[in-house]
């Protein structure tokens, strides 16, 4: 008892800090654990991603070997939600609960990360109290956890996989520096050290946030581990610390390249990267530096935030915007580089951040959306810049001082911490989420691409009158929107008007061939009972996407009304093939084959 004693009076101000970032983190960001899915990429996603559905071969194998699904290689984060749906269903509770047990866990990972950093930066120094390193990292924890930025991905589901990287990621950064200061080798190095290159693999196979992970490393062994002198980078111990960041670079490598090579051949939802002749080499290179400066000011300006921005769905390079963002940028860099030698941390965050951002620069997109959530894992480096600041003022002797700091501070915190809950609240459902964005745009073009999420919000809650005034104002505006003609044709589905459900499908498909619209129009004239026409209909939407087995099946249905029944069986089989889970294609696969019996 008295050593458990002892353990605790030694740690006592961790353990405080430690409960104040738990506690504040939950506070702001609690409200999540009542909001629904949102109709922004939970639909493609979670709730309405069939493969997620089944844990077993069939599943596990689309998991890890899909790249058309989503824009990066993300296996593990399938899985994820794969094993929760086993357990909770669709129960939207859950999935939101996980996203707040890891945000507020990647507080405290990020809390002790800056101890750590704290720690080895002040070797050699100076006795620091434990008072004032664990306020510092504390506040520096706190300024990360509760910052607006931080909404995203606390609060919708499918981003929620950045918590998920994020805190494999940072046990791998401190397994790693566990590793790195305790010496000589041991076997505890080791297996701290391997821990962090399987940790870091896992991370990058829920989500790549974490691509840049060996440069991280070794900004670390520059400065705060001092592991190398720039002065001695190739020495044979330089060299051996240079050998120790392999599994991570081939982690990071095969991740990346499974990721390039899903968007260079991509034929799902997403479209390829456009080529050099569409977006140059010089207006990728600006956009780069217009988004690596964004992120640097936007957390000093967290108001009026979205799910989407339309700063970059055009790129003028020598326009101002991009031309500061250049400046800002290369600016930066200098004054890092002048002050390498009396400011040596802060050279290293900006070049980790420099290095993080490479990924979310969309330098292989057009048009690119700087989204909130790609700040998640930069916006730790405004903590350590925070934490190295505040330490030195905690240290002074004068109590005034201290608590001048510490109320700078708190003034910062508040607000940020009111913003952030404030934010958190446009993802309790679909319709808030997109009145919002609504609100927030000023293009009018991307408003008219939204207004049918509306539209369609509406129509998942129920609210089928206001979903249909809200189609018909779309369709006063652009008599020929697809969205819209589509999902209002839906309502009217909903309704039994197949008349008017058949017009509307019908200019839709005048417009663009579509393997869904013909499916619908084919399920019009079905239901109908024209089933030529409805053949014709579900044919043209096999023919557009031959692996949609519901068409196959819809298909399969008409022949066999038809009576054609080897025909059936054949569409019968093959939707069966495509999804074997898909049970109304095995019914009747089994009631013809029953028919057909001696």
Same mark, same amino acid.
């Given at each position: 008892?008295?050593?458990?004693?002892?353990?605790?009076?030694?740690?006592?101000?961790?353990?405080?800090?430690?409960?104040?970032?738990?506690?504040?983190?939950? %506070?702001?960001?609690?409200?999540?654990?009542?909001?629904?899915?949102?109709? %922004?990429?939970?639909?493609?996603?979670?709730?309405?991603?069939?493969?997620?559905?089944? $844990?077993?071969?069939?599943?596990?194998?689309?998991?890890?070997?899909?790249?058309?699904?989503?824009?990066?290689?993300?296996?593990?984060?399938?899985?994820?939600?794969?094993?929760?749906?086993?357990?909770?269903?669709?129960?939207?509770?859950?999935?939101?609960?996980?996203?707040?047990?890891? =945000?507020?866990?990647?507080?405290?990972?990020?809390?002790?990360?800056?101890?750590?950093?704290?720690?080895?930066?002040?070797?050699?120094?100076?006795?620091?109290?434990?008072?004032?390193?664990?306020?510092?990292?504390?506040?520096?924890?706190?300024?990360?956890?509760?910052?607006?930025?931080?909404?995203?991905?606390?609060?919708?589901?499918?981003?929620?996989?950045?918590?998920?990287?994020?805190?494999?990621?940072?046990?791998?950064?401190?397994?790693?520096?566990?590793?790195?200061?305790?010496?000589?080798?041991?076997?505890?190095?080791?297996?701290?050290?391997?821990?962090?290159?399987?940790?870091?693999?896992?991370?990058?196979?829920?989500?790549?946030?974490?691509?840049?992970?060996?440069?991280?490393?070794?900004?670390?062994?520059?400065?705060?581990?001092?592991?190398?002198?720039?002065?001695?980078?190739?020495?044979?111990?330089?060299?051996?610390? %240079?050998?120790?960041?392999?599994?991570?670079?081939?982690?990071?490598?095969?991740?990346?390249?499974?990721?390039?090579?899903?968007?260079? =051949?991509?034929?799902?939802?997403?479209?390829?990267?456009?080529?050099?002749?569409? @977006?140059?080499?010089?207006?990728?290179?600006?956009?780069? @530096?217009?988004?690596?400066?964004?992120?640097?000011?936007?957390? %000093?300006?967290?108001?009026?935030?979205?799910?989407?921005?339309? =700063?970059?769905?055009?790129?003028?390079?020598?326009?101002?915007?991009?031309? $500061?963002?250049?400046?800002?940028?290369?600016?930066?860099?200098?004054?890092?580089?002048?002050?390498?030698?009396?400011?040596?941390?802060?050279?290293?965050?900006?070049?980790?951040? /420099?290095?993080?951002?490479?990924?979310?620069?969309?330098?292989?997109?057009?048009?690119?959306?700087?989204?909130?959530?790609?700040?998640?894992?930069?916006?730790?480096?405004?903590?350590?810049?925070?934490?190295?600041?505040?330490?030195?003022?905690?240290?002074?002797?004068?109590?005034?001082?201290?608590?001048?700091?510490?109320?700078?501070?708190?003034?910062?915190?508040?607000?940020?911490?009111?913003?952030?809950?404030?934010?958190?609240?446009?993802?309790?459902?679909?319709?808030?989420?997109?009145?919002?964005?609504?609100?927030?745009?000023?293009?009018?073009?991307?408003?008219?691409?939204?207004?049918?999420?509306?539209?369609?919000?509406?129509?998942?809650?129920?609210?089928?009158?206001?979903?249909?005034?809200?189609?018909?104002?779309?369709?006063?505006?652009?008599?020929?929107?697809?969205?819209?003609?589509?999902?209002?044709?839906? $309502?009217?589905?909903?309704?039994?008007?197949?008349?008017?459900?058949?017009?509307?499908?019908?200019?839709?498909? /005048?417009?663009?061939?579509?393997?869904?619209?013909?499916?619908?129009?084919?399920?019009?004239?079905?239901?109908?009972?024209?089933?030529?026409?409805?053949?014709?209909?579900?044919?043209?939407?096999?023919?557009?996407?031959?692996?949609?087995?519901?068409?196959?099946?819809?298909?399969?249905?008409? $022949?066999?009304?038809?009576?054609?029944?080897?025909?059936?069986?054949?569409?019968?089989?093959?939707?069966?093939?495509?999804?074997?889970?898909?049970?109304?294609? =095995?019914?009747?696969?089994?009631?013809?084959?029953?028919?057909?019996?001696?």
């Amino acid at each position: 008892m008295q050593r458990v004693t002892t353990i605790l009076r030694r740690h006592a101000t961790e353990l405080l800090a430690s409960v104040a970032v738990v506690v504040v983190t939950t %506070w702001v960001f609690l409200p999540v654990t009542h909001f629904e899915f949102v109709m %922004w990429d939970d639909d493609i996603q979670v709730y309405g991603n069939p493969h997620i559905r089944h $844990l077993d071969g069939a599943g596990l194998r689309w998991m890890f070997t899909d790249v058309n699904h989503a824009l990066r290689y993300t296996p593990l984060s399938y899985l994820n939600w794969s094993i929760l749906y086993q357990v909770f269903g669709l129960n939207p509770a859950a999935y939101h609960l996980e996203a707040l047990v890891l =945000h507020v866990g990647n507080a405290l990972l990020v809390f002790a990360l800056l101890r750590v950093l704290l720690v080895a930066a002040a070797e050699g120094q100076p006795h620091t109290a434990p008072t004032a390193l664990s306020a510092s990292a504390g506040l520096g924890a706190l300024l990360w956890a509760v910052h607006p930025l931080r909404a995203e991905v606390a609060a919708w589901v499918t981003q929620g996989r950045f918590a998920q990287a994020l805190f494999l990621f940072l046990v791998a950064l401190l397994c790693y520096t566990r590793a790195a200061r305790r010496q000589p080798a041991s076997a505890f190095t080791t297996v701290a050290y391997w821990t962090s290159a399987v940790a870091a693999t896992a991370s990058l196979l829920i989500y790549p946030l974490g691509a840049a992970i060996a440069l991280i490393l070794i900004g670390l062994d520059f400065y705060p581990l001092r592991r190398v002198e720039p002065a001695h980078w190739w020495t044979p111990s330089a060299r051996a610390r %240079w050998l120790e960041k392999l599994p991570f670079v081939a982690a990071a490598a095969a991740a990346v390249g499974v990721t390039m090579w899903g968007r260079l =051949h991509a034929t799902g939802f997403w479209p390829r990267p456009v080529g050099l002749n569409e @977006f140059g080499l010089f207006p990728r290179l600006m956009q780069a @530096f217009y988004v690596w400066a964004y992120y640097v000011w936007r957390p %000093w300006v967290p108001v009026h935030l979205s799910p989407v921005y339309t =700063h970059l769905l055009e790129v003028s390079p020598l326009s101002p915007r991009f031309l $500061l963002s250049a400046c800002v940028v290369l600016g930066i860099s200098v004054v890092g580089w002048r002050l390498r030698r009396r400011i040596p941390g802060l050279l290293v965050v900006w070049v980790c951040y /420099l290095g993080v951002m490479v990924p979310v620069l969309g330098l292989t997109e057009h048009p690119h959306y700087a989204n909130d959530r790609y700040a998640y894992l930069p916006g730790i480096g405004y903590s350590v810049l925070l934490a190295g600041l505040l330490l030195p003022r905690l240290r002074e002797p004068r109590v005034g001082r201290r608590l001048a700091a510490l109320g700078v501070v708190g003034v910062l915190l508040v607000p940020l911490g009111l913003l952030a809950r404030a934010q958190t609240t446009i993802w309790r459902d679909s319709v808030a989420l997109f009145t919002h964005v609504l609100r927030e745009l000023d293009d009018d073009t991307y408003r008219a691409r939204l207004r049918w999420r509306l539209c369609s919000a509406y129509r998942g809650r129920g609210q089928n009158d206001e979903a249909m005034a809200c189609f018909d104002r779309i369709l006063v505006d652009q008599p020929s929107h697809y969205d819209a003609l589509v999902l209002k044709a839906i $309502l009217y589905l909903d309704r039994g008007d197949l008349s008017a459900a058949e017009e509307l499908l019908s200019r839709a498909s /005048l417009d663009r061939p579509n393997p869904s619209v013909h499916y619908l129009l084919g399920d019009v004239y079905r239901r109908q009972q024209r089933l030529a026409e409805a053949e014709r209909a579900l044919t043209a939407s096999v023919q557009l996407d031959p692996q949609n087995a519901r068409a196959r099946e819809a298909l399969g249905r008409v $022949l066999a009304a038809l009576g054609r029944r080897d025909d059936a069986l054949a569409q019968l089989r093959e939707a069966v093939r495509i999804d074997p889970h898909l049970t109304s294609a =095995h019914e009747g696969l089994a009631r013809i084959e029953g028919e057909t019996a001696p």
